[in-house]
């Protein structure tokens, strides 16, 4: 799994109310396993100790890499959460022994 999309950093998000929130880009990954694509997002602006709920969708970039919001599905499968979730973890685990 590598990051294969690094120039996407940020991504406007319309919430059921039709209310539009800007994320950050955390990271995206392409897994073998399931060949698909995933960008997993955090709200614009947050501090970087701060606790935020990531959102976590699987996506299809264009050719150039970038996503828009239609371009994002929802993770419908446990198993397929289960491995996202680790990734995160993974990832999180990888920062924090860098700073």
């Known amino acids: 799994m590598t990051?294969?999309?690094?120039?996407?950093?940020?991504?406007?998000?319309?919430?059921?109310?039709?209310?539009e929130a800007l994320y950050e880009v955390?990271?995206?990954?392409?897994?073998?396993?399931?060949?698909k694509d995933?960008?997993?997002?955090?709200?614009d602006g947050v501090e970087?100790?701060?606790q935020v709920d990531v959102q976590a969708y699987i996506f299809h970039p264009n050719e150039d890499g970038e996503a828009k919001e239609e371009d994002l599905l929802p993770i419908e499968d446990d198993r397929e959460w289960d491995m996202v979730e680790e990734v995160l973890n993974t990832f999180l685990d990888d920062d924090s022994n860098f700073n």
């Open 26 to 35: 955390l990271f995206t990954f392409h897994s073998e396993e399931y060949d």
């Open 38 to 43: 995933y960008i997993l997002l955090v709200p």
């Open 48 to 50: 970087e100790d701060e």
């Open 3 to 19: 990051d294969k999309n690094p120039q996407i950093d940020k991504i406007t998000l319309v919430d059921e109310s039709g209310d």
